[in-house]
């Protein structure tokens, strides 16, 4: 079924040039600004990025104050992204996630698709299933969506010509205290920043290293 | 710097609307095939996704055997995406990495780049570190990582108006066993369909449900 929608594709020279094009930028132009509709669109992104069950126990914090930023950097192993890239993406999962979380969802289902609650019983035993099993299981699983919604933050980035960089190098435990994550029931999972690359980082002329298709995909 | 590549983008507008286009798709249209252009690209892109490091410590295994297909299908929750879409990929990561695999990234590097493995030696140390930590650590991470690659193939797959359904209902041990992954070092992670939607699905029509942007995007 060809819809509408699927019409407005991109061609794969477009996906690939773009996915070739980025790389992880080591030094933004600290005076690069993303233009507000491609960072609109990025935001967007990522709310519509997929999750287990559409659960999306879930939070991007966009941090904005400088001062913030500047306390962030030490605890990110002093890396310049953090206060040079025109935004500072913390994504956040939920900390013990359980039944108000299932609900908090199954409420908006019904909500958004105007179903009564009653439907939708069965999708929500499954889903409380799924949370009842031991806290640090349900955390990595849902760790593992967050990582979903930055791959997808990257790859659209990449396709509005957005440059990024992802960073798992700091110190979590201080993000969630200079942020106050905890006590609002959320926990840092990973940070990704955003801008333009300073037009003298070396690292964007480096090559980019990947396994050869032959060894990374295998057909059987 | 606005480079060759990046006057190559898509439009805020292109990237939503393929987002938002996309949905897991619960029935495939059996005789639905991908161009084969587009698979090509989709596999690149496979190869192109970021990972920490660069380390790519994953497998993307394509299943076309028909029959196995078959034998997975039960091990899947009997869900008819696993014989009914076009292909069918398991996302592996590497079980029990270590220095091996930083070692063979690091071959890698040195060949891609032409620079000696002696000025990747700091580099190294620092990969070695992560691969020394308590062995489900390094798994859980690295199974992240494997996260970042479906992200970036969903949202691929949306911008060349690719069908798909990310799928986490599976038995991983059945698989791991059908596929023979434990002997050859991997273990399956996710599972990744991807087709053309039968015109009947009737999940196609349904509205996508997200929390509003306002309560998962927080500016600070």
New interface residues.
Partial sequence: ?I?E??????T?E?????????Y?VKKF?AAGRIPA??W??L????????S?Y?L?A????????KD?RAKLRPASWDQSQITDADKLVVFLVRKDAGPADVQR?VD??SE??RVPAEMLEGYKQTMLQSVSLPPEKVE?WL???V??????????AA???VDAC?M?GFDKDKYDEL?GLHAKGWKSVVVATAG????DDAY?R??????P?S??????
């Fill in positions: 079924m819809t929608a699927a019409k407005k594709t991109v794969p477009t996906l690939l040039t773009a996915m070739s094009w980025r992880a132009d509709d491609k609109a669109a935001e967007q992104s990522l709310v519509l990025s997929p287990s559409g999306q879930l939070k991007f914090l966009v941090i904005e104050d913030l969802f908006r289902i958004v698709r990595a760790t593992r969506q990582y979903i919604a930055l791959g997808n933050f990257l790859t659209s396709l509005l010509g992802p798992e942020l333009a690359r300073a037009s964007a480096n090559a980019k290293v990947r396994f298709l060894e990374l995909v295998e057909h059987i």
